[in-house]
Structures are given as C-alpha cells and as structure tokens.
C-alpha cells in the first residue's frame, strides 16, 4: 500500500508518522517473509499474530548525546537508555493500524515481558525493517546515525512496502576496519575481551562471539536479573545479621528500586559502545 487515491501521503509513511508522534526516533517497515528466511518456527510474525503479512519497527530510547559524557561512568549505567519508549510507540502504533486502516495489528511482546525466552527477534526484525545492522559489539544493532537504538514492533495483517535490510552493514565502520589491519583489533573487542571476541575479514564481520553469560553479571548489576541473584543469596545465608546486611545494603537497595523504575530507567555498562565510531559525531556535536 504505497499510493494514496487522495493524494495524501502513502499507508507506509501515515504509520511510521504516527510512530514518531509516538516517541520514537526512527520507524521502518519489514516483510514477514523476509524475518521468516532467518527466525525458526515457533518465533515467526505469524506465530504471533495469525496471518501477520507486515511488522512496523519503531527504534528510540537511545541514550541521550550528553549521556555519553558523564563525569564518571555510574550516572550513564543509571540513565542511559530507556527501553519502554520504543515498546510504548509500537503499542501506538498498532492501535493506529486497526483504528485508521481496519486490519488487526499486535505489539510483539519484548524481551521483558518475554523472560529468558523471547518470542521473536526485535533485532531481526529491526534489521528487516533497514534500520540497523548487527555489530561486533554483542551484536547490538547499530544505526548508522544514533548508533545505538533500541526497538518495539507492531505486527499487523496489513500489507505495507517493506524497507527492507541495508545493503551495507554499518558495523565495522571504516576506521575500526583500519585498526583491525594495524593492529588486529576493533574498538569494541579492546574494550572489553572479556565477553566479546571476533574478526574482520575482508573489511566485514567473520565471525564474532559474544559472551552474555559474562557480560550479565557485569553490565545488568542494578537489573531485575540481579535482585534475584541477591534474594536467593539472602535467603541461603543463616546468619541473621549478614542476611541484614544484603537485604539492607546499597546494592540490594538499587536493585529493589531499579525494579521499581525498570520500565523507565535501567541501563548497563556501555563500555564496548563508549569509543564504537558508529553515531560518534552526533554524540559530539553538542556543546
Ligand atoms: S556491556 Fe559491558 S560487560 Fe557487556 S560486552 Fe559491553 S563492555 Fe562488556
Ligand atoms: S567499534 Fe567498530 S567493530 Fe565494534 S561495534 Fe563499533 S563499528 Fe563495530
């Protein structure tokens, strides 16, 4: 549906309006087709909502420019990003579809609802739609203006002209393709080699590895992932006074009220991201 009899704006652009006028910074449109060459059964659109033919990609939440710039590095792993705005944009944007167009429209359940057993790849999805491809760095999608974004998705039974994937991955950027040549590393993987590991070859990604079952511990300290670590630890303690002492202390504290704030405000190291080129030059152009 790329026409408009009326002269108006085409369905395509109407939505990803509607997207933005919703919170997100960037919106793009993807073919269940195209998501479904890649996720297995049991994670496709149409296992979501029957017959999906389209899924509008809405992407915000991203940290702000001074957020790259904290005095030290606590304040950004406090704030740095927001993960409900792009859900809340899709949510929007699919009542948006039903109401204006007339065809049935979901919003894809997101990780957080979703444990640790997604319903489908937001990020798939995402690079479907054209707004980012993966990266070294834990294979977050990096767009190539804000760099790091987050992401919702409306699926809908609407038929809507896809974007489509980039033809040019935006990860490695050129300058870390120079680096690796002299030096046979990447920004991202000298920061933190603990849990991310990979190579370029022929100026793309060969192959890359990332290791969340260490990065968790490290990034997501205040998550709700962490409060459970610390309640069960609680709970195993016998002796009153050291039970006190984790439920009653600092760490516990942020973790109980990072709960409390986990659909606005939780975040995680940032240290890969912190000297990736990708969307450096807006992260830099404020005073
Ligand atoms: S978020 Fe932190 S711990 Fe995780 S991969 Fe990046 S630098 Fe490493
Ligand atoms: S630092 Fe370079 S290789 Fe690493 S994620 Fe950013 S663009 Fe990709």
Not at 65 to 72: D, F, I, L, T, V
Not at 116 to 120: D, E, K, R
């Given at each position: 549906m790329s026409g408009d009899e009326t002269g108006g704006p085409s369905a395509e652009a109407d939505v990803k309006r509607e997207a933005i006028r919703a919170g997100a910074v960037l919106a793009g449109i993807a073919a269940v087709e195209d998501i479904d060459r890649f996720a297995p059964p049991g994670h496709r659109p149409g296992d979501i909502l029957r017959g999906a033919r389209s899924v509008v990609v809405t992407a915000g939440g991203q940290p702000t420019?001074?957020?790259?710039?904290?005095?030290?590095a606590r304040p950004q792993a406090s704030v740095?990003?927001?993960?409900s705005i792009a859900g809340n944009s899709a949510y929007r944007v699919a009542h948006y579809v039903e109401d204006r167009f007339g065809y049935r429209a979901m919003p894809c359940p997101s990780g957080q609802v979703a444990g640790?057993?997604?319903?489908?790849s937001l990020k798939l999805m995402a690079e479907m739609a054209g707004l980012g491809t993966r990266s070294m760095a834990g294979g977050v999608i990096l767009n190539e203006t804000y760099g790091l974004l987050y992401f919702g998705a409306a699926l809908t039974t609407m038929p809507l002209q896809a974007d489509g994937p980039l033809a040019t991955p935006v990860c490695p950027d050129q300058a870390c393709i120079r680096q690796w040549e002299k030096k046979g590393t990447t920004p991202c993987l000298e920061a933190c080699p603990t849990c991310l590991s990979g190579q370029l070859e022929d100026g793309r990604i060969g192959w890359m590895e990332y290791r969340q079952d260490l990065c968790f511990p490290r990034a997501q300290t205040t998550a709700m992932d962490s409060f459970q670590k610390l309640l069960l630890a609680a709970m195993a303690e016998s002796d009153e006074e050291r039970r006190k002492m984790i439920v009653c202390g600092s760490h516990f504290t942020r973790a109980v009220r990072s709960l409390a704030y986990s659909a606005e405000l939780s975040a995680q190291c940032f240290e890969c991201l912190r000297r990736c080129p990708v969307g450096r030059r807006r992260r830099h152009e404020l005073k």
């Open positions: 420019r001074g957020s790259w710039h904290p005095g030290s740095g990003y927001n993960r640790h057993y997604p319903y489908a």
